[in-house]
């Protein structure tokens, strides 16, 4: 019996077996002009098994590149586009440079504190005061992140300087508003859980009448002495 894992291994899972073994028998044809032709049968079924590819703007030019890469950049045809290497996929990506400098302020982040440095560089002006602005509103929200309590504004303009090495100083007709928390749809909530508490209240209420009225109702009843009695009476006759 033939298993999967005594296959070969599917280069593109995407595509299946049967387009793998489709380009491959395209790739050993002798024939150039005939593997021209049927390379483009199999780029059809190929576009037909994944159409998520046509929202792509050069959704034929990744077809091509599949094929490419399905037969291990061993298939002679020719391609309207640029024919890829295997180098051109196997090569890494540069790496990211990480800043490493540590930070003055960590509950403000990095982010921050590189806009207070592009800040610091702008020329004074009407664009720079707005942008001081601008970020003091955003360092006061982030403030409250950590510190539920208010913060003044004088708080917010002292890290400033601080956070810009002395660079970046706010002028005095710069103020910021009065900050109001996003407010939560809690109202509805709220309500809800006091119908439903009151509820619960008046049905506890409600059960506790119906006990001491049961109660009441136990102790007023008239007593029936019937049976008591005739006992009394069937001892004295014995």
Same mark, same amino acid.
């Given at each position: 019996?033939?298993?999967?894992?005594?296959?070969?291994? %599917?280069?593109?899972?995407? @595509? +299946? *077996?049967? /387009? $793998?073994? =489709?380009?491959?028998? #395209?790739?050993?044809? &002798? !024939?150039?002009?005939?593997?021209?032709?049927?390379?483009?049968?199999?780029?059809?079924?190929?576009?037909?098994?994944?159409?998520?590819?046509?929202?792509?703007?050069?959704?034929?030019?990744?077809?091509?590149?599949?094929?490419?890469?399905?037969?291990?950049?061993?298939?002679?045809?020719?391609?309207?586009?640029?024919?890829?290497?295997?180098?051109?996929?196997?090569?890494?990506?540069?790496?990211?440079?990480?800043?490493?400098?540590? %930070?003055?302020?960590?509950? @403000? +982040? *990095?982010? /921050? $504190?590189? =806009?207070?440095?592009? #800040?610091?560089?702008? &020329? !004074?002006?009407?664009?720079?005061?707005?942008?001081?602005?601008?970020?003091?509103?955003?360092?006061?929200?982030?403030?409250?992140?950590?510190?539920?309590?208010?913060?003044?504004?004088?708080?917010?303009?002292?890290?400033?300087?601080?956070?810009?090495?002395?660079?970046?100083?706010?002028?005095?007709?710069?103020?910021?508003?009065?900050?109001?928390?996003?407010?939560?749809?809690?109202?509805?909530?709220?309500?809800?859980?006091?119908?439903?508490?009151?509820?619960?209240?008046?049905?506890?209420?409600?059960?506790?009448?119906?006990?001491?009225?049961?109660?009441?109702?136990?102790?007023?009843?008239?007593?029936?002495?019937?049976?008591?009695?005739?006992?009394?009476?069937?001892?004295?006759?014995?």
């Amino acid at each position: 019996m033939d298993y999967n894992t005594q296959r070969k291994k %599917l280069i593109m899972p995407e @595509y +299946g *077996r049967h /387009i $793998q073994q =489709m380009i491959e028998y #395209v790739r050993d044809i &002798e !024939d150039k002009e005939k593997r021209n032709e049927q390379i483009k049968s199999v780029l059809t079924v190929m576009g037909i098994l994944n159409p998520s590819l046509r929202d792509i703007n050069d959704f034929k030019h990744k077809l091509w590149d599949h094929v490419h890469i399905i037969s291990d950049f061993e298939i002679d045809i020719d391609s309207p586009y640029p024919t890829p290497t295997k180098e051109t996929f196997s090569a890494r990506p540069n790496p990211i440079p990480l800043e490493t400098s540590p %930070l003055k302020a960590a509950h @403000y +982040g *990095r982010n /921050i $504190q590189n =806009m207070i440095d592009m #800040v610091a560089a702008k &020329e !004074d002006g009407e664009v720079k005061d707005n942008m001081i602005r601008v970020l003091a509103n955003y360092m006061r929200q982030q403030y409250l992140i950590w510190n539920k309590d208010a913060v003044t504004e004088e708080t917010i303009f002292a890290d400033i300087r601080k956070l810009s090495g002395g660079r970046l100083i706010v002028g005095p007709d710069i103020h910021l508003g009065v900050f109001k928390e996003t407010a939560h749809n809690f109202g509805g909530q709220a309500h809800n859980d006091g119908q439903r508490e009151s509820a619960a209240q008046r049905s506890a209420t409600g059960r506790d009448a119906g006990a001491h009225r049961d109660a009441a109702q136990f102790r007023n009843r008239p007593k029936n002495n019937k049976f008591r009695n005739n006992n009394i009476k069937n001892r004295k006759q014995n």
